[in-house]
């Protein structure tokens, strides 16, 4: 199983609509885990944060499934300057001092 | 507030030559540095990283490397840059664990 997976997409969702991804991982241990988003041809930037109570800022709501090793991130009332591609993260096997990058997600919000 | 700089944005090079990136942290002490590429529609790819002045770990054998020569600088060097070196080549700062990291704006290579 690789460290981290995601659905690479394109979502492609209305104004508006709901959308969730998920991002499973293979390393038991992990206690954190982050959500960045990148726009194209940008740097990544820190989303979220995701710790076993889960978290929620305004429209995003990331939550942890420790039985099934999958973190999710979801987004209500989808805007179109939500469409980016969402990467998982999460600490590296390894080390403490590294983490794993998802492929990433792709949103397109859709008007 | 913590800011981390990258130069030059974007870098056109002829294949053979040499590189020289530099990313610059400011506003924390100590911290963790990386390097990271990113090729075109792919993942992020570790390169290297440092947890101090003159302590570098590489990720990837390959034809780049790594310096600390101060505790908030990084620069990723080449001597002879190959086609397979074209990407976004992004630096991060991260705190003692690591876990949490911080982009610079990046610099986007094309080796031709």
């Known amino acids: 199983r690789k460290e981290v997976e995601q659905d690479p997409g394109p979502f492609n969702v209305p104004e508006g609509a709901t959308v969730a991804f998920n991002c499973t991982y293979s390393?038991?241990?992990?206690?954190?885990f982050f959500w960045y988003r990148q726009d194209c041809r940008k740097e990544p930037k820190l989303l979220m944060s995701v710790y076993s109570s889960g978290n929620e800022d305004g429209r995003f709501t990331a939550q942890l499934n420790r039985a099934s090793q999958y973190i999710s991130l979801l987004i209500r009332d989808s805007k179109l300057s939500d469409s980016a591609t969402y990467l998982c993260v999460v600490p590296f096997s390894g080390g403490y001092q590294k983490v794993t990058f998802g492929t990433g997600t792709k949103l397109q919000v859709i008007p | 507030s913590q800011t981390i700089h990258q130069w030059p944005a974007t870098l056109v090079q002829p294949v053979g030559s040499p590189l020289s990136l530099e990313c610059t942290v400011e506003g924390t002490s100590n911290p963790n540095l990386y390097w990271y590429r990113q090729a075109a529609g792919r993942g992020l790819q570790l390169l290297f990283y440092?947890?101090?002045?003159?302590?570098i770990s590489s990720e990837v054998p390959q034809n780049l490397s790594a310096s600390r020569p101060q505790d908030r600088q990084f620069i990723l060097s080449s001597k002879k840059l190959l086609l397979s070196d074209s990407g976004f080549y992004l630096c991060?700062?991260?705190?003692?664990?690591?876990?949490?990291?911080?982009f610079g704006p990046g610099t986007r290579l094309t080796v031709l």
């Open positions: 390393n038991s241990a992990s206690q954190s």
């Open positions: 991060a700062w991260g705190g003692l664990a690591g876990v949490e990291q911080f």
């Open positions: 440092s947890v101090g002045i003159g302590q």
